[in-house]
């Protein structure tokens, strides 16, 4: 049984989120407005984005915050790389968004008791084999019940080299329906789509994370090497022939 009345609960809830906004973490990472961030996908949704100016918030059960658009600050570019071929950089105005840390204890203690009060949604999660499709309603539902803009959080999946699960930051960025619940979808809420990179590096599931296929053939000290659409060719053939290995990072404008 739930340990205190939902209504206690949700008012430590809301009260944390308040909060969410004053640490030092999160001041940290919004320091800048709007927040530069980064989101990798498979070349072949390029066209669409570009031509849309709008990224896709996923829909499917298994994403660790429930629908979002999962992004990163840009000020880690490579910490969500294994993710696409290409990243998508874009704005993200943080000034009046309600903000959950998904990374402090308290904040993951009143979820976890949120979710008990749940009842239909937390006995499947607990007790059959729907355990992925009601994690995604109860999470999606407790973003909707707090209307939370923006779920920041540590990385769950390792890939050594990439990403470091005690610095990094992911983020779940909310898609809002007419209805002003979690949607999905194309969205608006990331801005001004400009330009996207090519990844230097190949990577392949292992275990619980991933591992880079070219990171362990290149020098440690590999720098990189910007080029375009219309030059990439004569771009690549530079970095080849330089002494020290080269990897072309290709931004199209």
């Given at each position: ?79 969500t790389m294994m993710y696409g071929h290409v990243g998508i950089v874009g704005t993200y105005p943080t000034a009046y968004c309600r ?155």
């Amino acid at each position: 049984m739930p340990e205190q009345p939902i209504a206690d609960v949700e008012r430590e809830i809301d009260d944390y989120i308040t909060a969410c906004r004053q640490t030092r973490e999160a001041q940290t990472l919004l320091a800048e407005e709007p927040l530069c961030v980064i989101k990798y996908v498979p070349a072949s949704y390029l066209t669409t984005i570009l031509a849309t100016g709008q990224l896709y918030a996923s829909e499917r059960a298994g994403f660790t915050w429930g629908d979002a658009i999962y992004a990163a600050p840009l000020k880690t570019p490579r910490t969500t790389m294994m993710y696409g071929h290409v990243g998508i950089v874009g704005t993200y105005p943080t000034a009046y968004c309600r903000i959950f840390d998904a990374d402090n204890s308290t904040g993951i203690r009143l979820y976890q008791e949120w979710i008990t009060h749940q009842t239909t949604a937390y006995r499947e999660l607990t007790t059959t084999i729907h355990a992925p499709s009601a994690n995604r309603d109860l999470r999606n539902a407790f973003r909707t019940r707090f209307q939370i803009d923006l779920i920041i959080f540590r990385p769950d999946e390792p890939c050594p080299d990439y990403v470091d699960p005690a610095t990094d930051w992911w983020l779940a960025v909310t898609h809002w329906d007419a209805y002003r619940a979690v949607g999905h979808g194309y969205s608006r809420a990331i801005e001004n789509l400009k330009w996207c990179v090519v990844t230097p590096d190949a990577f392949a599931a292992l275990g619980k994370g991933y591992q880079a296929f070219l990171h362990a053939t290149l020098s440690a000290t590999r720098t990189y090497q910007r080029g375009t659409y219309t030059t990439l060719s004569n771009d690549i053939a530079i970095a080849y022939a330089k002494a020290a290995p080269h990897v072309v990072i290709c931004d199209f404008k």
